[in-house]
């Protein structure tokens, strides 16, 4: 395979720049180098973002105590118990249209598919990848403070009154005005 990748470098390094055919392949490479920068800059800037969480999670002690890898445990952990639940509920309900299912066997085959599955995603590279990427974007969330929460909460109640009472007035006069209307 690189072999030949070599051939198709030295044939495109031969190719006559003369040939008016040819332009059209400057301005592919043009665009090779531009989709070149981007790729470039995309990778320098994740890598500042890294760089910048690294500097965040020094700075925060509690981030670096925990680490990303445990809340990705924690996580497939958690998907092992939502999934042995799930299946322990499945496997009784599709057992008793047989027979009195036995509790011991329905946990257990619960348990070992919530594990094995567990463990399966664990080591799949994407599904373990996906989760090492959410938990880092979820790092990097800003959570409101307790101030931030109550005055928030409190802007919602008063809109949410405002809006009760706009919307009562607003019913009361239609009202009014429908059975002068119809004279009621």
């Keep these: 395979m690189a072999d030949e990748d070599d051939k198709d470098l030295e044939r495109d390094g031969d ?16 665009a090779d180098d531009d989709v070149a920068r981007r790729e470039a800059a995309a990778i320098e ?15 925060n002690p509690v981030t670096s105590l925990l680490g990303i890898e445990r809340w990705v445990q924690f996580a497939f952990i958690a998907a092992a118990v939502i999934t042995f639940y799930l299946s322990d509920r499945l496997i009784t309900f599709a ?10 066997i329905v946990s257990g085959a619960a348990a070992l598919i919530g594990i094995v599955g567990s463990f399966l995603l664990y080591r799949h590279p994407r599904v373990n990848e996906l989760a090492h ?14 101030d931030e929460t109550y005055y928030s ?7 949410s009154i405002i ?5 009562g007035v607003f019913d009361a006069l239609w009202s009014a005005f429908t059975d002068l209307i119809y004279n009621v």
């Excluded at 809006?163 to 919307?167: D, P, R, S």
């Design 95 to 104: 057992w008793g249209f047989f027979a009195e299912p036995d509790p011991t």
């Design 45 to 59: 800037r994740e890598e500042r973002e890294l760089a910048e969480a690294a500097a965040e999670n020094e700075a």
């Design 133 to 146: 990427e959410v938990v880092g974007e979820l790092s990097k969330v800003t959570w409101p403070t307790r």
């Design 163 to 167: 809006a009760a009472v706009y919307t």
């Design 15 to 30: 190719e006559d720049t003369s040939d008016p055919s040819a332009a059209g392949d400057s301005d592919d490479a043009g």
């Design 153 to 159: 909460t409190v802007v919602v109640i008063v809109t």
